[in-house]
């Protein structure tokens, strides 16, 4: 028996002994793997549920509902706006604090509802390594059950597990909540986030599968993954993206050359989901040819 598989073993005989339990599921890796050993463990007794709010794109909410299909997972939607909360359109180095505190929450109202004890999240062995992740707190706080962070299953062995499982989302990137966009400081809005999403999904549509577009206050900031930037450079999407993204409501719209980046728009050594720290592009000082 492999590492990985004692593991495993181990993480559905904890899941057995609980009676019923409720996973807070987004759709992506993490959450999917928690949702397939919860029902491997319980069947019937497990349930899957997704928080639907303005931060959540809707091509993430059709995902979240494609896996628990997959899996044959129970699966209920919550719905709440993070916008209601004064903190957390603030955007400060706490947003993801505010933000994970509230969707636990609701997630914690939808168990109390269908008489579950337990909630799982999916943060894996990996996460707590990964410099400042605020929600974890609110993980810690609300007391709720990791199943592979507790069973120090990592990230990369999280994906072979989904492989095992043939997951669709085993190889899916890193899908951070679209507040991510806005750099720090900068008030979250729905029209913001809206304009975030349409844009992204332009991007989805034209094929490109490692991206993120960034809200600098009416400045969209293109990133791709760099083996997709000699697309991004071609002429026809150039005018393509100056047209239809600027009809979203944005001013300006550029390329960011150094390609896509997790948590370009973050405060220093934060890293929760899409966040960690790179340089801000627009801080640099360039030389003149004077």
Known sequence: ???????????????????????????????????????????????????????????ELVDANR?????????????????????????????????????????????????????????????????????????EELNAYSPLLEHDITKEEVREIAREYDLSVADKPSMACLSSRIPTGLEVTEDRLSRVEKAEQLLRTWGFEQFRVRDHDGLARIEVGDDELDVALDPDF???????????????????????QTGSVSPDDESEDDDAVVEDVFSTEYPTGE
């Open 67 to 139: 896996v628990a299909d997959e899996i044959g997972i129970r699966h209920e939607i919550v719905e709440f706006s993070e916008l209601d909360s004064e903190a957390f359109v603030a955007n400060d180095d706490e947003r993801c604090y505010h933000c994970r505190s509230m969707r636990l929450s609701a997630m914690y109202d939808e168990a109390r509802r269908l008489d579950i004890d337990v909630v799982c999240d999916g943060t894996n062995a990996s996460d707590p390594g990964e410099g400042h992740r605020p929600g974890l707190r609110a993980v």
């Open 238 to 260: 150039v005018r393509a993206a100056r047209d239809h993204v600027a009809d979203l409501g944005f001013d300006h719209v550029t390329l960011d050359l150094h390609g896509y």
């Open 1 to 59: 028996m492999t590492a990985v598989e004692t593991k495993l073993d181990a993480a559905r005989a904890d899941l057995a002994d609980r009676e019923r339990v409720l996973i807070a599921f987004s759709g992506g890796v993490d959450s999917s793997v928690v949702a397939a050993l919860a029902h491997d463990a319980l069947g019937d007794d497990a349930v899957a549920c997704t928080a639907k709010s303005e931060t959540l794109p809707e091509a």
